[in-house]
Structure formats: structure tokens, C-alpha cells
């Protein structure tokens, strides 16, 4: 087990890709803390891992102080966290920038950006004062290039993998080391809307050079290699896993959606 008593948090962690992740790290003898801010989930993951060492939080990464509240309860139960994965965030509605709304802008920055560093901070400070820890964060592949209907999630993706390269120079001194992750489209997660049209999964599949959209559990191995002893070197890295989709997009989401295919 590559995971035995180490503490692993991760932040949307009730459902979808967080979910999948809290439940690998458990399988390889973690103890795993998640927060998320839907109630219901956060009770039915309970319910689910009922009796394995987990924690659950109904919590928002917007909120500094809830944040500062999930640490201070996983402190109490393990005494330290040695893996910080921030999974949580949002898209902005997929439409021209022109017609983005300043609502829908200020949030995806507010969750993206801004929530992500705080839960990063936060447990920054915890981590620099026990001297050891990890931190992975989800960029984004459209984080590298940008793309049509996609502005404020790309800036704030981008931004998150400069905050991953920029607190490694600062944090790694304290042993204390980041990277981020840049998933191209995956086949569950916040696409799970999408992928229950054949035609949008087609679409996607086409726009990557593999000729597929990422499985969640190829997701989750890269998640687990990256927390693992085996990959501490790698630090402020952002790793793209996009199936060879960078650099080649010869139509955009938005554009295939206007159009009616």
C-alpha cells in the first residue's frame, strides 16, 4: 500500500473525480478527508465509507473560515495531513467572452483561483510547520492555449499553474513541494453532463489525437503517481494529460454547439 497512515484531503471530494480519487487513496491505506459544498453528497459519501477512516466536511473553498475549520477537525483525528489534492472547481457557462456575464466571470475566478488558494494557503502554513507535505492542483489543458468560451476557467486554470510553480520556489525550502495537474476532456467528472450525448462524446473523442476522451481511472493514477514517494522530484510541474490534444484544436466546443451538429 503506497499510501499506509499517510492523510490525504481533497476538496470536492464527494462526488465525481474527487470521489474516485478519496476511494483509490483509501484502497492504498490512506486516511482521507474531503470537503465539498453540496449537503447531500458530502451525507452519502458518509454513508458510503461508513467505517473506513474518512472524514467529511460540508464545506465551501470560497470561505476561508469553514476551510480553516475542515484542517482544524483533521488535525484533531490525525494529528497531520500529508497530501493536499485541490480538486474542487467550477466552469464558466461556454459562450463568446464578449457575451460573458460578470456574475458568471467573477465566480469561476472566485472558486477557480481564489478558493484554490486559499485552501492552499491554508494548509501551506500547517504543512510548512510539520516540515513535509504535498500539494496537486487541477489546472486545465485549455489552461495552456485558452479557447473560445472558456475565458474566465482558462485565466483562472492558468493562474492556478503559476501559483504551483511560483509557491514550489517559495514552500520546497520547507519541505513542502506542489504540482498541478492538466487534464484534457474526461469521460466523467464535470463533462458527465456532456458524455450522456453520444454526439458530444464523439466530438471530443475526435479533437484528440488518441481518439478518446480520458478514462476517470487514468485520471486518478496520475493523481495517485503524483502524490507518490516516487514523484516528489517533479515540483511546480504542471503535467498535461490530454491524450496529444494541446495545440490541436481544429474546432471549438462553442462553435460545434452554435452550429446545431
Request: with cysteine; charged share 30%; hydrophobic share 30%.
Given at each position: 500500500m503506497r499510501f499506509k497512515d499517510k492523510i490525504v484531503f481533497i476538496t470536492g471530494g464527494a462526488k465525481g473525480l474527487g470521489k474516485a480519487t478519496a476511494k483509490a487513496f483509501l484502497e492504498e491505506g490512506a486516511c482521507v478527508a474531503i470537503s465539498d459544498i453540496h449537503k447531500e453528497a458530502v451525507s452519502k459519501f458518509n454513508e458510503e465509507f461508513q467505517g473506513k477512516p474518512v472524514l467529511a466536511f460540508e464545506a465551501d473553498i470560497t470561505n476561508y473560515e469553514e476551510m480553516e475549520g475542515a484542517l482544524?477537525?483533521?488535525i484533531a483525528k490525525w494529528g497531520r495531513v500529508d497530501v493536499l489534492f485541490n480538486n474542487a472547481g467550477i466552469v464558466n457557462p461556454l459562450i463568446p467572452s464578449e457575451k460573458m456575464k460578470k456574475v458568471d466571470f467573477d465566480k469561476t475566478i472566485d472558486v477557480n483561483l481564489?478558493?484554490?488558494?486559499?485552501v492552499t494557503q491554508i494548509f501551506g502554513k500547517k504543512m510548512i510547520e510539520q516540515k513535509s507535505g504535498r500539494i496537486i492542483s487541477v489546472a486545465s489543458q485549455v489552461a495552456l492555449f485558452?479557447?473560445?468560451?472558456?475565458l474566465p476557467y482558462s485565466i483562472s486554470k492558468s493562474a492556478v499553474m503559476l501559483m504551483t510553480?511560483?509557491?514550489?520556489?517559495?514552500?520546497?525550502?520547507?519541505?513542502?513541494?506542489?504540482?498541478a495537474i492538466a487534464p484534457g476532456f474526461i469521460k466523467g467528472g464535470?463533462?458527465?453532463?456532456?458524455?450522456?450525448?453520444?454526439?458530444?462524446?464523439?466530438y471530443l473523442s475526435k479533437r484528440t489525437p488518441i481518439g478518446r476522451m480520458a478514462k476517470v481511472e487514468e485520471f486518478v493514477s496520475c493523481i495517485l503517481f503524483l502524490a507518490s514517494e516516487g514523484a516528489q522530484y517533479?515540483?511546480?510541474?504542471t503535467i498535461t494529460?490530454?491524450?496529444?490534444?494541446?495545440?490541436?484544436?481544429?474546432?471549438?466546443?462553442?462553435?460545434?454547439i452554435t452550429k446545431g451538429k
Open positions: 482544524e477537525k483533521t481564489k478558493g484554490t488558494f486559499y485558452g479557447e473560445k468560451g472558456f510553480r511560483s509557491l514550489a520556489y517559495e514552500w520546497s525550502r520547507h519541505g513542502v513541494t506542489l504540482c464535470m463533462n458527465e453532463g456532456l458524455v450522456k450525448k453520444e454526439i458530444f462524446v464523439d517533479i515540483n511546480g510541474e494529460m490530454d491524450g496529444g490534444m494541446t495545440g490541436y484544436t481544429p474546432e471549438s466546443l462553442v462553435d460545434f
